[in-house]
């Protein structure tokens, strides 16, 4: 395998080398666990799945090692549980369940390792002292804040320049802060809000510390890729470096980076027809309200439709559009059900489309024509031609997490044994009257289907169905 992937820190793709093949480490920023997510949230998930998927097949399960993390405590959790009158652990079990299986759902593997910051304060408050015993952080009117400027190569991951950073702030300034964009790293706890001990007062941490101090904790430095969406380049990576090589000594570091992660990835915004999505607007989609109301995996299809480094809008137009795609694919497989697929390797073709920066939308197009070599091969009788292909297409579309379903699961879902046999039977005399052209009788027997609530879809070498959402 030959795995290219655009390093956001370089600014160009790279041949993935991992330090150790035999343990290959991967964390990717995960939930704030105070409501349910948008469809924003659930696109970073499942792009990951499908690089562990990828990296999976090719070092093998047990040598990838992959960590996301639930942040536990924040001023979200703090609000929505003193709103409720109940502690911040009722709500956050409440939607991480919910959130797991929303997952689930969206057939996204469980992660390795699913680190808590309510189980490693320990680990932050020992990093936060390294950082400040290395004189990268400083401690002023009971916080603890990270001191930007002993760090020379803040702003590498973001290509920002300090100077230029400092010159243009735009923001009320903490008067206990030696510089502007010195951030948090721990901060007394207000009244009423969950408090741990430290060496600096009772408090909780800061936001970009968590990830630094689990990352170190699970994992160990440096990690071989880091991954999250576009809105986390600044700050918060950006700040997790900084930590993360601080801690060690490592600020001024030639390759002090690369002394955290040796790739960064980063996938891009999604906007809901065509706007930014926003609570004052009203357009804010929630993922486990898609989940009910479609199959997961069209909302999967639909988030790797754009390539993952681009935007994407979410609109119906997609939606319906990723509904065909999976029907076209499920129908070739269920005319390819009478015959055994010949292997369980994805095609080369495939291989070369998703191990470039996993470029989903070559590698989706592969499967298109893997299912059209499946139509081909049927009606030319060539049985070891459509074996070879529906494996093909079974194990490719395994990476990408779609295809894990029956035709029959896919197509007819709750349908009971007598709606089948009456859909069957009607589609057998459809095709009677189309042949003996009683056009009139086809339409009624169209008709009938469509009061049972079934879609018809014609193909090559026969109709499928399935029953409507």
Not at 293 to 316: K, T
Request: hydrophobic share 40%.
């Amino acid at each position: 395998m030959t795995l290219s992937l655009y390093d956001t820190l370089y600014r160009e793709k790279r041949v993935f080398s991992p330090r150790d093949p035999s343990r290959v480490t991967l964390y990717v920023c995960g939930p704030t666990v105070y409501d349910y997510a948008h469809i924003g949230n659930a696109r970073p998930p499942v792009v990951f799945d499908v690089l562990v998927r990828l990296l999976r097949r090719e070092y093998g399960a047990d040598s990838v090692i992959y960590a996301r993390n639930v942040t536990d405590v924040d001023d979200k959790i703090n609000a929505k549980a003193a709103r409720e009158g109940v502690p911040i652990g009722e709500v956050t079990a409440r939607y991480e369940a919910a959130y797991l299986a929303d997952m689930g759902l969206l057939n996204v593997s469980a992660p390795d390792l699913a680190p808590h910051v309510t189980d490693h304060i320990e680990a932050i408050v020992a990093q936060i002292a390294a950082i400040v015993d290395q004189g990268c952080g400083y401690v002023a009117e009971g916080h603890v804040l990270f001191d930007v400027s002993s760090y020379p190569a803040y702003g590498a991951l973001s290509g920002r320049n300090l100077d230029d950073m400092i010159a243009g702030a735009r923001v009320e300034v903490a008067p206990y802060k030696r510089n502007a964009h010195d951030f948090v790293l721990w901060k007394p706890s207000k009244e009423g809000e969950p408090s741990w001990p430290s060496p600096w007062g009772e408090g909780r941490p800061g936001w970009h510390i968590e990830c630094s101090a689990m990352i170190e904790a699970e994992l160990g430095l440096p990690i071989d890729i880091h991954g999250g969406g576009i809105d986390l380049v600044f700050p918060h990576h950006e700040n997790e470096i900084a930590q993360g090589v601080c801690a060690h000594g490592h600020a001024h570091a030639a390759t002090a980076p690369a002394e955290y992660s040796r790739y960064w990835m980063h996938n891009g915004f999604l906007t809901v027809d065509a706007e930014k999505m926003s609570k004052s607007i009203g357009n804010v989609l929630l993922l486990h309200d898609l989940v009910q109301a479609m199959p997961g995996e069209v909302v999967r299809w639909a988030l790797l439709s754009a390539h993952y480094r681009q935007p994407l809008d979410w609109n119906q137009s997609l939606l319906d559009q990723s509904r065909k795609n999976l029907d076209r694919l499920y129908g070739a497989l269920r005319r390819a059900e009478g015959v055994e697929a010949l292997g369980d390797m994805p095609s080369p073709e495939f291989l070369e489309a998703i191990e470039d920066d996993l470029n989903t939308p070559g590698a989706m197009s592969k499967l298109f024509a893997l299912s059209s070599e499946i139509e081909r091969a049927m009606t030319a009788g060539d049985t070891r031609a459509v074996g070879i292909a529906k494996a093909e297409l079974i194990a490719s579309g395994a990476i990408l997490g779609v295809l894990q379903s029956t035709p029959d699961q896919w197509f007819e879902g709750g349908a009971d044994d007598t709606l089948k046999t009456e859909v069957e039977a009607l589609l057998a005399e459809r095709i009677e009257a189309r042949a003996a052209k009683n056009w009139a009788e086809a339409d009624r027997i169209r008709d009938r289907l469509t009061a049972l609530n079934v879609v018809v879809m014609d193909g090559p070498t026969g109709a499928t169905w399935r029953l409507k959402e």
